[in-house]
Nanobody
């Protein structure tokens, strides 16, 4: 079956960096657009970043633009989220998701498969 497994979360001070990874299995990874979403306590899940199935196009939420970078390594069936200049408001559970043939999908219902999430906590 399809599995998406996130890793790389943790506790970091404001201004620091983290790199999240999402390893996919059970699907033809190169056919899927990949996205990252996050959910903070008491808030709805929100879009963070997405990369097309070709890897040539990306799109970011305004709140992370210029600080976060999404990338993919199809040979490793993995998508990454490099997070720099982290702020306390970035604290959330981060989820990766896969959308078949997805092209810069920004809405959660467009994604078929989801990981279990990884916690990112940014202290001030």
């Amino acid at each position: 079956q399809v599995q998406l497994v996130e890793s790389g979360g943790g506790l970091v001070q404001a201004g620091g960096s983290l790199r999240l990874s999402c390893a996919a299995s059970g699907l033809t990874f190169s056919s899927y657009g990949m996205g990252w979403f996050r959910q903070a306590p008491g808030k709805e899940r929100e879009f963070v970043a997405t990369i097309s199935w070709t890897g040539r196009s990306t799109y970011y939420a305004d709140s992370v633009k210029g600080r976060f970078t999404i990338s993919r390594a199809d040979a490793e069936n993995t998508v990454y989220l490099q997070m720099n200049s982290l702020k306390p408001e970035d604290t959330a559970v981060y989820y990766c998701a896969a959308a078949y043939g997805g092209y810069l999908s920004r809405q959660a219902p467009e994604y078929t498969y989801w990981g279990q999430g990884t916690q990112v906590t940014v202290s001030s």
